[in-house]
């Protein structure tokens, strides 16, 4: 995995969303769309504010969410509440959005509708920006998920997975290792000593890999961005 830095966190935002707009760029310039996938949390904000100012044809984005927490996007819990505060404020806004919640259904009786709309408007991927916590999750991919192996398995059909575990607040949804590793690009954007500390411990591991590693392994092209 290569790895950049910046000086600071919001230098760091700047970098990452003037490298995923021009990936963006490139690919609605080779296929007529791009397909893209954004992780919520506390990290990314600042990211998603700049790269909501970007200027492309956003109308050809197809954009998504990595994970969602199942809540309802009034939720101050919910990460498409987060984009919309953040990514579409700006010209992103004409960016087509699957959203991974849905009031419709109960995240357990299946997700046929949503898988429907990932497969139409954002699947392939051509850029997945992640996130990772420190127990080395990534998406709602959590050590000790309840189908966190199905979730993994790099030949799964699903695109979408409901997911319960020890270190998530609530039921959550997340793109699958089969629907991330679709993607041409990966970047993992995180803060921090700490997690650099796990990041790196974790990419060498073979047996039992952490989430992150788990995924980073998956995706040839992964590169992480990093601030103190
Ligand atoms: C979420 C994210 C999740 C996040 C990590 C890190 O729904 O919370 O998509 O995967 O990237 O939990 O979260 P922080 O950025 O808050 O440390």
Request: charged share 25%.
């Amino acid at each position: 995995m290569k790895w950049i830095g910046a000086g600071d966190r919001d230098a760091l935002a700047a970098l990452l969303a003037d490298r995923v707009a021009g990936m963006l760029r490139e690919a609605i310039e080779a296929r007529g769309r791009a397909g893209l996938a954004l992780p919520g949390g506390s990290t990314p904000g600042a990211f998603l504010t700049a790269l909501g100012r970007e200027d492309l044809d956003w109308e050809k984005v197809g954009v998504t969410l990595t994970d969602e927490r199942w809540v309802p996007p009034s939720s101050e819990r919910s990460n498409q509440r987060l984009l919309a505060e953040t990514l579409f404020r700006g010209k992103a806004a004409a960016a087509e959005f699957v959203p991974l919640y849905s009031a419709a259904v109960e995240p357990d009786d299946g997700l046929e509708g949503i898988e429907t709309a990932l497969r139409q408007i954002v699947m392939p991927l051509d850029v997945a920006v992640l996130g990772m916590g420190e127990d080395g999750h990534t998406a709602s991919l959590f050590p000790g998920a309840d189908k966190l192996e199905q979730a993994l398995d790099p030949e799964g059909e699903a695109l979408v997975l409901p997911i319960r575990a020890p270190g998530a607040d609530e039921v959550r949804i997340t793109l699958t290792l089969a629907a991330l590793a679709t993607a041409r690009k990966a970047f993992i954007l995180i803060h921090g000593a700490e997690k650099r500390r796990i990041l790196e411990a974790a990419a060498p591991e073979k047996e039992n890999p952490l989430p992150i590693a788990a995924v980073a392994w998956q995706i040839e092209k992964v590169t992480v961005f990093h601030a103190d």
